[in-house]
């Protein structure tokens, strides 16, 4: 919002908030946090609307600690995002302190998540339900050196770039990572350092790949290309 020269709306002591500087007619999404209460959100607020009104609850509130893999040490300034497995998908996010350590409410549901940074990242998303049925849920995640994958993706027989292939990456057996190959046939994607594997997804018009995955190693901090 402040990108938009709009100041981030906040409640008063009565509850109520302003979203202002809106164009008359134009419909927004937002998204409601407290730091006692669950994230919560409005899907769809007209501009010069008076009833968008939402009310929060406690819900479950899910603690994490990020270790280092390996010594096991506390990760601090580590993102921990929590997005919802059902559409429309929303992320909750929270950074960890010095102990390695955050918190974040939700609502009960199912939901994905992990962990990581500039410099490291976790074994890909991880599922977690929260049923309601416990107040707390605590999460324990390890991070390791993040790497750059990059590959190339080409036509069999002329060896023209293919672009638009959708590529996978797995940590663990975990889904880590996706991306898609731009005009060069080329992809990036962020791992984190060990065992990997990439899966292609032909584009449109292509048969799909004789072997449905490469599993390699990826060194810690190292750019890593695939053949």
Partial sequence: LRGFGIGEPVTNSSGEYTVEHI??????????AHPSF???RIDEARAGSTNADVTLY????????????????????ALVSIRNANPPHDTATAV??????????????????????????????????????????????????????????????SG????GARIYLTTDGAPAAMAR????????????AGENTVRLEPAPGY????????RFTVPEGERYELP
């Fill in 38 to 40: 669950a994230q919560a």
């Fill in 96 to 157: 960890t302190d010095n102990q390695g350590e955050c918190g974040v409410r939700l609502m009960p549901g199912a939901y994905m998540y992990k962990a990581g940074g500039a410099r490291f990242e976790s074994a890909g998303w991880k599922a977690l339900t929260l049923t309601g049925e416990l107040p707390i849920k605590q999460l324990e995640m390890y991070v390791a050196g993040a790497s750059e994958v990059t590959g190339k993706v080409l036509d069999a027989k």
């Fill in 181 to 192: 190959t731009g005009p060069s046939g080329e992809y990036l994607l962020q791992a984190m």
């Fill in 23 to 32: 164009p008359r007619g134009e419909t927004l999404a937002l998204k409601l």
């Fill in 58 to 77: 406690e819900g479950v509130l899910v603690t994490g600690r990020v270790l280092a893999t390996g010594t096991k040490r506390p990760v601090s300034e």
């Fill in 207 to 214: 048969l799909p790949p004789t072997t449905p995955g490469t």
């Fill in 160 to 163: 023209d770039p293919i672009e």
